[in-house]
């Protein structure tokens, strides 16, 4: 099955939460003076994204906190929805919006430990707990997309392979559900991003690691790793002729100049082309030692001057939309002085996105981050976006502005 955009269909297109996930129900805005300070929350609060701000039962413990609530945009869902959500109470603090960081250091760490134990002895039962993985991150994703995805970029602690499959599995399904794509062609496409390296997994962090021109051995090993993660897939009973047929061809380029086979856009389905789109951007942002890094905006513009060329075209274009040119997790200067990191996508305006400034115009940190929307009235504009690698002086929680 194909789903390719046509031309006049992405001119009309525009971000709308609704229709990216139809699935959600209608929500309507608190307004400030429905919240006051110490209030028993009796709704599931989100943000108009639908990101989870704070779960039904919660209380607004402070002027702070409800300033945060007002500030990023308080929204619960209509009666009959929220009636259904009372009715299923929250089993603990895994499900609030404040740990989904740890929800994904979990993950992160679970998926790194499955992923080494199928290179080295792939066996029954792996191909259940791998679609099991996938269910879990593409939830994360729906429910946290933005956290998720600046929490990724901003870890300066985990290895290149630790990162890469959860990135470029996030933002491929992320695509994919834009583009209306049946949930199990996205759940293929979510596997195929996160086992696409099992063939050089045992050398990946080596290869994040090397400095100056890669070996005639390691660029051997490169081009070969889709055949091989093709057969560990199918040594543990993998037959989804989908997520088999990404990971083999994920390298391949519309114009003939990717690997192993060398193959053109005939032979190119629209998933797996999602989902090379995905890789070339999760190997560009994330720290490699022997590429020194590449910024998060220098990489979207690089696949944006590779659109008709080696990447679909269409496909580039959405992504862009959908990721941004301010992503999560990307430090920016204000116009004001203030600087700080990206924390929401701009949808209404990509130019508009939602930062935490940590500092002042005199580079003094802050006691406590100061959220801005920029897409309010009067609100300082964007100055310029740099690379900045010192370690945060803030907690993730802080930084995105939970308690």
């Known amino acids: 099955m194909t789903f390719m955009l046509n031309i006049l269909q992405m001119r009309r297109y525009q971000v709308n939460i609704h229709e990216i996930f139809p699935c959600i129900p209608s929500m309507e805005k608190l307004v400030k003076t429905s919240l006051e300070v110490g209030m028993i929350l009796p709704w599931t609060v989100f943000t108009e994204e639908g990101e989870l701000l704070l779960?039904?039962?919660?209380?607004?413990?402070?002027?702070?906190?409800?300033?945060?609530?007002?500030?990023?945009?308080?929204?619960?869902?209509?009666?009959e929805i929220e009636k259904r959500?009372?009715?299923?109470?929250?089993?603990?603090?895994?499900?609030?919006?404040?740990?989904?960081?740890?929800?994904?250091?979990?993950?992160?760490?679970?998926?790194?430990q499955l992923l080494h134990?199928?290179?080295?002895?792939?066996?029954?039962?792996?191909?259940a707990t791998l679609n099991e993985h996938a269910g879990e991150l593409q939830n994360l994703i729906w429910k946290y997309s933005d956290m998720i995805l600046g929490a990724l970029i901003l870890d300066r602690e985990s290895s290149y392979s630790k990162l890469h499959p959860i990135l470029s599995s996030a933002v491929s399904a992320m695509i994919a559900r834009r583009l209306d794509t049946p949930p199990e062609l996205v759940h293929?496409?979510?596997?195929?991003?996160?086992?696409?390296?099992?063939?050089?997994?045992d050398i990946k962090d080596e290869l994040s690691e090397h400095e100056g021109e890669l070996t005639p051995e390691h660029k051997l090993r490169i081009r070969r790793h889709p055949e091989r993660s093709y057969e560990i897939l199918k040594s543990i009973g993998i037959t989804d002729d989908k997520w088999l047929e990404i990971v083999s061809k994920q390298h391949e380029k519309l114009?003939?100049?990717?690997?192993?086979?060398?193959?053109?856009?005939?032979?190119?389905?629209?998933?797996?082309?999602?989902?090379?789109?995905?890789?070339?951007y999760a190997a560009?942002?994330?720290?490699?030692?022997?590429?020194?890094?590449?910024?998060?905006q220098q990489a979207i513009k690089a696949i944006f001057a590779e659109r008709a060329n080696s990447l679909d075209e269409s496909l580039c274009t959405i992504f862009i939309k959908d990721i941004g040119i301010f992503p999560p997790g990307v430090w920016v200067e204000l116009s004001n002085g203030e600087k700080g990191i990206v924390i929401k996508r701009?949808?209404?305006?990509?130019?508009?996105?939602?930062?935490?400034?940590?500092?002042?115009?005199?580079?003094?940190?802050?006691?406590?981050?100061?959220?801005?929307?920029?897409?309010e009235n009067q609100s300082p504009g964007i100055k310029r976006i740099y690379k900045r690698e010192d370690e945060l002086p803030f907690s993730y929680e802080d930084i995105w502005g939970f308690v």
């Open 346 to 375: 701009g949808l209404r305006n990509a130019t508009q996105p939602t930062v935490s400034c940590l500092m002042d115009g005199y580079d003094n940190e802050y006691e406590r981050p100061k959220i801005r929307n920029l897409a």
């Open 55 to 79: 779960s039904e039962g919660s209380t607004i413990k402070n002027e702070r906190v409800l300033g945060l609530l007002i500030g990023r945009g308080a929204w619960c869902h209509n009666d």
């Open 255 to 280: 114009d003939g100049s990717g690997y192993p086979a060398g193959i053109n856009s005939d032979a190119i389905p629209d998933y797996v082309r999602i989902s090379t789109i995905a890789d070339v």
């Open 284 to 296: 560009m942002v994330l720290p490699r030692r022997y590429r020194d890094g590449i910024h998060c």
């Open 85 to 112: 959500a009372r009715d299923k109470p929250v089993a603990d603090e895994s499900a609030r919006g404040v740990s989904a960081f740890s929800q994904l250091e979990i993950f992160r760490d679970n998926l790194h």
């Open 117 to 127: 134990e199928i290179v080295k002895s792939p066996g029954a039962g792996q191909k």
């Open 188 to 201: 293929s496409i979510t596997c195929a991003n996160m086992t696409a390296n099992l063939g050089m997994l």
